[in-house]
């Protein structure tokens, strides 16, 4: 890690994750709205195997796109953080891959206790109600030891930046902001 670079603390990397969520979700809505025609098609149903490639393949183009073009996506850019190899080179495109699966794991994970909280109203669902509660506490522990594992470590990383060998670093201020124009 280059000295000018410090850890990225946690409240902006979550910040900068629900701002690229919202895109994300925007862009799914998108694939999905694109893929009714294909389903059409192919007499697919809804949830079907085309379409979670879809979903994946779009998810994976998004983040791998701009992690291996700067190192930040436009969440990141706004809250100034930037996700890189550990020695400081830009992800390539397999090691996008990695972090990509690993951080849909780890989101799965974060969001599980919720989920488990809408199993009663999904009605296929309701089978996995008798288990739920334990998968909820089992994911809620997982996700509490991973983020007391990234506030020791000294680079601040969580799951996903540890399989892929990448961290995330607050890059500093704009030293020359743009001056403002003046009207006339």
Same mark, same amino acid.
């Given at each position: 890690m280059s000295e000018l670079?410090? !850890? $990225? !603390?946690?409240?902006?990397?979550?910040?900068a994750s629900i701002y690229d969520g919202l895109l994300l979700v925007g862009l799914w809505m998108v694939t999905l709205l694109?893929?009714? !025609?294909?389903?059409?098609?192919?007499n697919l149903g809804p949830g079907n195997a085309l379409t979670r490639a879809?979903?994946?393949a779009v998810g994976f183009g998004f983040f791998a796109w701009f992690w291996t073009r700067g190192g930040q996506t436009l969440g990141m850019r706004a809250w100034r953080l930037q996700v890189r190899r550990e020695h400081g080179e830009l992800l390539r495109l397999p090691?996008?891959?990695?972090?990509y699966v690993a951080m849909m794991i780890w989101w799965g994970l974060v969001l599980t206790p919720l989920a488990v909280r809408m199993i009663d109203r999904i009605p296929k669902l309701a089978v996995l109600a008798p288990? $739920?509660?334990v998968v909820a506490v089992?994911?809620?522990?997982?996700?509490?030891?991973?983020?007391i594992a990234c506030r020791l470590d000294g680079r601040r990383r969580l799951p996903h930046d540890w399989i892929a060998g990448s961290e995330v670093?607050?890059?500093p201020a704009n030293p020359f902001p743009a001056?403002?124009?003046?009207?006339?």
């Open positions: 670079a410090l !850890p $990225a !603390p946690l409240w902006r990397r979550f910040a694109l893929s009714l !025609p294909l389903n059409k098609l192919f879809m979903l994946f090691i996008a891959a990695v972090r288990n $739920a509660d089992l994911a809620l522990i997982v996700v509490v030891l991973a983020v670093v607050l890059l001056e403002k124009k003046r009207r006339k």
